[in-house]
C-alpha cells in the first residue's frame, strides 16, 4: 500500500512503509472485515522528524463480478488510528535536543475501489484506490493511496479438499456399482 502524500503535506512529510491486513467473512458478495496494519511517514522539514500510525477499522464491503474471473469491490471503514509523532516545537528545540512525542487516538475512516480478479475460488487478488482520513481536532487529514494485495480464504481450501475427496469417494462408488 502507498500513500499519497496531499499537496499541503508535502513540505513537511513523505510517505515511507505502509501495510495492512485483514480478517473478515465473507457472505455471498457481501464482505466484514477488521483490519489493521502499520504507515509511516518520514519528516522532510527539520522540526518533524517522522509519525507512524496503526489503524484498527472495521470494514464493510461489497463485490460485483463482472464476467469470468473479473469484479469490481468497494469497502469503506472506520475505526480508529493510534499515532506517534517524533517533532521538535522550534528550531532552539532541535539544538537543545528537545524531542517532542505526540501520540495520539483518532477517528479514521477510509473508502476504496478495486479491480479483482480471482483465478481460484480461495484467491483473490486485487488493485485499486482510494482515500483515507484521520479526524483530528482542526479538521480531516485525507491521505489518498494507491493498494494491491491478495485475498486469501483458506477455509475455502478446506472446503474444495473436502470436496475432492467426497467426489473421489463417489466416483469409487459408481465404479463398483457398475462392475
Avoid at 502524500?5 to 466484514?32: C, H, M, W
Avoid at 532552539?92 to 483465478?119: C, H, Q, W
Avoid at 474444495?160 to 467426497?166: F, G, H, P, V
Wanted: proline fraction near 6%; charged fraction near 20%.
Amino acid at each position: 500500500m502507498q500513500y499519497l502524500v496531499p499537496d499541503i503535506l508535502t513540505e513537511y512529510l513523505k510517505p515511507d512503509l505502509s501495510f495492512r491486513g485483514a480478517v473478515g467473512y465473507e457472505l455471498k458478495q457481501f464482505r466484514f472485515a477488521v483490519e489493521s496494519g502499520y504507515s509511516h511517514f518520514l519528516g522532510t522539514n527539520p522540526l518533524v522528524l517522522d509519525i507512524s500510525f496503526v489503524p484498527l477499522v472495521f470494514k464493510f464491503g461489497y463485490t460485483l463480478p463482472l464476467f469470468s474471473i473479473i469484479g469490481i469491490q468497494a469497502d469503506l471503514g472506520i475505526g480508529f488510528a493510534f499515532s506517534e509523532t517524533h517533532r521538535y516545537e522550534t528550531a532552539i528545540d532541535v539544538a537543545m535536543k528537545n524531542l517532542i512525542i505526540d501520540n495520539e487516538r483518532s477517528l479514521f475512516t477510509g473508502a476504496r475501489f478495486y479491480l479483482t480478479v480471482s483465478p481460484f475460488r480461495f484467491l483473490k487478488i486485487y488493485a485499486g484506490g482510494g482515500i483515507d482520513a484521520i479526524l483530528e481536532n482542526d479538521g480531516p487529514i485525507p491521505l489518498p493511496l494507491l493498494e494491491a494485495g491478495l485475498s486469501l480464504k483458506p477455509l475455502m481450501i478446506v472446503n474444495d479438499i473436502k470436496e475432492a475427496r467426497e467426489n473421489k469417494k463417489n466416483q469409487r462408488s459408481r465404479l463398483i456399482i457398475m462392475r
